[in-house]
């Protein structure tokens, strides 16, 4: 048996019972409280359960979006069903109007009184419109909320969902772990202040975290979940009671003043690894908004809205999907005004994070400017797919005969390949390449409509870890039979070599196979590298690419040593039969031994003749590219420590003077 309000009804008046029983069949009755007099309940609707072992429901929830149940099951199922379209309810409804369903338990004398279960053959039995099976695991589902035009489901696996109706689709958008340790999750709490509340039993106790805060609020020892509970909090106290022994117990507190304030939100419990800026969101009544993603060694990435006037960073929202750190982050679309993926809505892109435990993740991100916030800005967050490589190794064939991948293999960097559209290729997927700590440079396919990451092909050519990946699309106006584009990938590794990739084959040979495979493949060969270069005498901490209006290449990087390497490409036609074939040619090296006190973690090529370094040593150093090499320009001491990554972007001011911004991030984020 389980409660649930009635759609279009006050409070009080109305209350739908569901009632599990025999075969699968859930009832709806309605029950109409009478002060004085028996309750008056009327049959309103009949649903099936899909099979299974424990075939009953555990929790239902009427949607306000239209004449729709959601229902969660024992089997931790998610069921949609129709609620008032079917034909048998105004039947039931006019049967009752002219006296044909008694009351039930009403004081009448009699005891012939017909049940209203007598007439429920008049109703068809409802199948689901749309179903997730098995979404919170085995232990079942524990409640179904509405709130603000989505659904959350809570369940025994120590998630919550948030989901959207697609037509008449229940459709995933995102799965959250709110707190390490905490594995029965009972119930959400939407707050008048915007804040979301937790509840659930870690152990044998009672727990209500804070989503805002990340903190516990309370914790009361009960004996654990197995057992009745009832929760309610107000603006002046707060009670929680629960059957222990066969006692009812009560706690109970009343409010006080809190007497902590907070300072500084914290972005993270740990250093940050990394870090992208997504963009500039302009609101009314407010300053420009960057928005920034933030990856980290706690686990979680971040998404962030800085503001340059007031130099606060507010998180809009936490990714909780990854198991290990944080270690490298990626965009697949451009993110500025007219730009495609930018809309009139705001900023819309896909981002991709991976790290530890061989595991990537991918999100589609929606930022747009919502006044009413106390941020400003609204961020809805949808996942698309993962990936992790020990998962990919069970599903593989003949896997007895293969050495098994390390699975504390580590991604250390992601690069999204540019330019493989639909229009080129057959399907619409995206690539992005990895740099791994097993020594391969992996590429992976994603097919956003069918939510797949696959991966499609690798190459363990360096034989060491690979610290850096950079993609980059070249463009040729040949005649119509000749390919006019190459999609080159750019690896760098612990000992200091640069590699260069001609990964065109691979992509469109994965695609075609994709495509023919419905979206599994054995990864193909990467190949050998066009060309190689030792740039560097130790790891390859930076690498940034960039086009010159001549059509060739500046390749810069950075390395533990503190020197800084810079090579000028172009990409030339190889000789022979087809002239398909791909050559690179080294123009120019510059080297700058000492360039930084320390290790450079960052480095971006500005324009083809100014470059900016960021080191360990805390310097921010502009330099200006020259027929002499490498001159220092300036130098700027930034005040996080422990540099992971810088990144950068240009803005055009008023006069069509450009300014150039960059974030950095360590134990801390600045912005310069």
Known sequence: ??????????????????????????????????????????????????????????CAAFLPQGALLVCGDRRGSLLLFPCSSSPGWAVESAGIADGGTSLVGEDTGSG???????HKGAL????????????????????????????????????????????????????????????????????????????????????????????????????????????????????????KCGDVMLYHREAEPCEQQVLLESLHGREIACVRRLGAVEVPGHTTLNIFVTGSEDTTACVLALSEHSRAAMPLTRLSDHISSVRALALASPTGP?????????????????????????????????????????????????????????????????????PETRYMSLSVVPGTSSEQLPAPWKFLAAACSDGSVRVFGLLEAARKLVLVAESFHHQRCVLKVEAFLHTWRLPQHLPSRRHLLCSAATDGSVAFWDITSPITDATDALHQAEGEIQ???????????????????????????????????GSDDGSIHICLLEVALGSGEAMAGTCLRVLERVARPCAHAAHVMGIRVLRPDLLLSASVDQRLTLWRRGPGGLDALSTTFFHVPDLAELDCWEVAEAGGELRYYCVLCGRGLEML
């Open 1 to 58: 048996l389980g409660w649930a309000p009635c759609p279009g009804q006050p409070p009080g008046a109305t209350t739908a019972l569901l009632a599990s029983g025999p075969d699968g069949e859930m009832l709806w009755l309605d029950v109409t409280h009478r002060p004085g007099q028996a309750p008056w309940v009327r049959l309103m609707g009949r649903y099936l359960l899909p099979p299974c072992k424990q075939r009953w429901h555990t």
């Open 112 to 118: 012939s009184e017909p049940s209203c279960l007598s």
């Open 124 to 243: 068809p039995l409802e199948a689901p419109l749309s179903m997730l099976f098995g979404l919170h695991g085995k232990m079942g589902v524990t409640s179904v909320t509405c709130h603000g035009g989505y659904i959350y489901s809570t369940g025994r696996d120590g998630c919550f969902h948030q989901l959207c109706l697609q037509g008449q689709q229940l459709v995933v958008l995102r799965k959250h772990r709110p707190c390490k340790g905490l594995q029965w999750i009972e119930e959400l709490r939407f707050t008048p202040d915007g804040d979301l509340l937790v509840l659930g039993f870690h152990a044998d106790n009672f727990v209500v975290w804070s989503s805002r805060t990340g903190e516990n609020l309370h914790c009361i020892p009960c004996g654990g979940g197995h057992r009745s509970w009832s929760y309610c909090s107000n603006a002046s106290a707060e009670a929680f009671a629960f059957v």
């Open 338 to 406: 007219g730009d495609e993926g930018f809309g009139d809505e705001g900023l819309c892109t896909l981002l991709f994070s991976a790290g530890g435990r061989a595991q990537i993740e991918c999100y589609r991100l929606l930022c747009a400017g919502d006044p009413a916030s106390e941020s400003a800005v609204a961020c809805q967050v949808i996942h698309v797919a993962s990936h992790r490589l020990d998962k990919h190794w069970e599903r593989k064939k003949n896997r007895h005969k293969l050495v098994k991948m390390d």
């Open 523 to 557: 990864p193909l060969a990467l190949g050998t590298p066009l060309l190689t270069i030792m740039a560097h005498s130790c790891g390859v901490n930076s690498l940034h690419i960039r086009e010159t209006p001549e059509g060739q290449y500046l390749v810069a990087s």
